[in-house]
T-cell receptor
């Protein structure tokens, strides 16, 4: 599976937008970009996924670079409940999810 | 969204005993379920893929005789940690993929089971 690179940690002020970057320079044409997050002592939660076009849902937006070698998860207004570890995962079709180290997001009140 | 439950949420056992963890998809059918393990301050590691009615597929380095997986129905998979030892203490998380759904879509995760082996 192609590898992703994320910053270990990021901070954001409450009520402000957060941009979580992910590099995946070795992405292949069939890889979907998935984002999950894990709150403390809980199982991961699906956030969003996309292939080529930018995607929006009620939780977040996913901006995918034109060459697909990077993507950015955008939380439009961070709340304290958004404090979690965010995982960017490349998934080849219907294959399994393999988690990297993720980005630990701290939201400052 | 679809709900996956796990039972128990936490368990403490003595070294040498076996522990069974259940994973259920509550409102959907799941042909495929997955078992992960997570040590403190580390990421999730996929242990095995469980397919209803067939043998599980284990990831490299995971002992299939130690971590027994049974997926006897479309809504239930079980993981049994046999002869547990302190090094098996971890957070075990299952996930499921909806049978009728788009396989490219999301996986639904359970809340996890914290196992402590004394």
């Amino acid at each position: 599976d192609a590898k992703t690179t994320q910053p270990n940690s990021m901070e954001s002020n409450e009520e402000e937008p957060v941009h979580l970057p992910c590099n995946h320079s070795t992405i292949s044409g069939t890889d979907y970009i998935h984002w999950y997050r894990q709150l403390p002592s809980q199982g991961p939660e699906y956030v969003i996924h996309g292939l080529t076009s930018n995607v929006n849902n009620r939780m977040a937006s996913l901006a995918i670079a034109e060459d697909r070698k990077s993507s950015t998860l955008i939380l439009h207004r961070a709340t304290l409940r958004d404090a979690a570890v965010y995982y960017c995962i490349l998934r080849a079709g219907a294959n399994n999810l393999f988690f990297g180290t993720g980005t630990r997001l701290t939201v400052i009140p | 969204g679809a709900v996956v439950s796990q039972h128990p949420s936490w368990v403490i056992c003595k070294s040498g005993t076996s522990v069974k963890i259940e994973c259920r998809s509550l409102d959907f059918q799941a042909t495929t379920m997955f078992w992960y393990r997570q040590f403190p301050k580390q990421s999730l590691m996929l242990m095995a893929t469980s397919n209803e009615g067939s043998k599980a597929t284990y990831e490299q380095g995971v002992e299939k005789d130690k971590f027994l997986i049974n997926h006897a129905s479309l809504t239930l998979s079980t993981l049994t940690v046999t002869s547990a030892h302190p090094e098996d203490s971890s957070f075990y998380i299952c996930s499921a993929r909806e049978t009728s759904g788009d396989p490219y879509n999301e996986q639904f995760f359970g809340p996890g089971t914290r196992l402590t082996v004394l």
